[in-house]
């Protein structure tokens, strides 16, 4: 049975056409990030995620059911895909009709490599990392903390290049051709160097779990105070 808030989730993006809506109730559905993200958000204890920025939102139902979960006062959703981008804001706008608190939400086209400066509270970086290259990858992880206030999180997950790594790779060599996700880099690390990278660019991990399937690391980062 699905939960309210999974449910709510769902009505925010009831009016797309069905290619965005199946895919968002899928990912609601079959990605363990969709059930555990609400657990990890109520023990997460600061009084509010403050603003908030999904980087490479997608179609931004992440960032949507965090600010269902949890108060905030800002949210930022950026992806460099503005096929996704429009997607989201199409089913944002016809949302903010209804729900005033939603006026402070925006989502926009953005390429993650070239973040414009800005200060948030609380980050998401989900299934990204893994589209840059080496060097892009340590400055997004640089600009993000740049960005990220004192005492504030990071969350973070990433598939590590173990089995699970090596079957999304083929499954990410299909979708590319298909011409489902744009780019062309794929840059797999292991969960150790993707730690290690948090590590060098200063952030305390607070907390880690290492999925089985698809070898995922999933990471909750602190910005010293
Ligand atoms: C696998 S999807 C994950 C989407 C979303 N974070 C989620 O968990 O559902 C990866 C997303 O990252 C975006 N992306 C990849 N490289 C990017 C870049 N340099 N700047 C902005 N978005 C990027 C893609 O367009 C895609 O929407």
Same mark, same amino acid.
Do not use: M, N, W
């Given at each position: 049975m699905k939960s309210t808030i999974h449910q709510q989730v769902t009505n =925010?993006?009831?009016a797309l056409h069905p290619r965005h809506r199946f895919y968002v109730q899928g990912k609601l559905r079959w990605d363990d990030l969709s059930a555990t993200l609400p657990q990890y958000l109520r023990c997460d204890e600061r009084q509010s995620l403050g603003r908030l920025l999904d980087v490479g939102c997608g179609?931004? *139902?992440y960032g949507v059911l &965090?600010?269902?979960s949890r108060p905030l006062d800002q949210? !930022?959703?950026v992806d460099f895909d503005a096929g996704k981008i429009a997607a989201a804001q199409r089913a944002l706008t016809r949302a903010q009709i209804? *729900?005033?608190a939603m006026r402070s939400w925006? =989502?926009? !086209? @953005?390429? &993650?490599t070239y973040l414009k400066a800005s200060a948030f509270d609380t980050i998401f970086l989900f299934d990204v990392l893994h589209y840059l290259d080496e060097p892009q990858q340590l400055k997004l992880a640089q600009a993000l903390v740049k960005i990220l206030s004192p005492g504030g999180r990071l969350y973070f997950r990433d598939t590590g290049s173990g089995l699970g790594g090596r079957v999304n790779l083929l499954i990410e060599k299909l979708i590319?051709?298909?011409g489902i996700m744009k780019g062309h880099t794929l840059n797999f690390r292991t969960s150790d160097q993707l730690e290690s990278l948090w590590a060098h660019v200063g952030l305390k991990c607070l907390t880690k779990v290492q999925g089985d399937k698809f070898s995922t690391l999933f990471l909750i980062l602190e910005?010293? @105070?």
């Open positions: =925010f993006y009831s179609r931004g *139902q &965090a600010g269902l949210l !930022v959703g209804s *729900q005033p925006k =989502f926009s !086209v @953005e390429d &993650a590319r051709r298909l910005k010293s @105070e």
